[in-house]
Nanobody
């Protein structure tokens, strides 16, 4: 059983950077594709980025492509999200999640993920 915990959120000015980290417990971490999602007040949870179990494939929402980078370190059981050129519209609670094993569901759908962290708040001021 994998448990997840996010860290690294905070308050930053527009144009600034933050690096989020997701730490996973459990030996099976390296078997799972991982994703980052975010949810702003009054909005649905939306896809941000995903990475395959090996780290060789990455996927991004159009809104963050070129600004955010997802990476993972299977030896340390961590997934990171480097966020650069932040905009006020990036303000949200950010969650990491494990994709259902053997699932063919799309990377961008929250329904394809079955374990979630508690989230970390990112606030970008204008």
């Amino acid at each position: 059983q994998v448990q997840l915990g996010e860290s690294g959120g905070g308050l930053v000015q527009a144009g600034g950077s933050l690096r989020l980290s997701c730490a996973a417990s459990g030996r099976a971490f390296s078997r799972y594709d991982m994703g980052w999602f975010r949810q702003a007040p009054g909005k649905e949870r939306e896809f941000v980025a995903a990475i395959s179990w090996s780290g060789t494939s990455t996927y991004y929402a159009d809104s963050v492509k070129g600004r955010f980078t997802i990476s993972r370190d299977n030896a340390k059981n961590t997934v990171a999200l480097q966020m650069n050129s932040l905009k006020p519209e990036d303000t949200a609670v950010y969650y990491c999640a494990t994709k259902r094993e053997f699932s063919s569901g799309p990377y961008y759908s929250p329904a394809s993920y079955n374990r979630w962290g508690q989230g970390t708040q990112v606030t970008v001021s204008s």
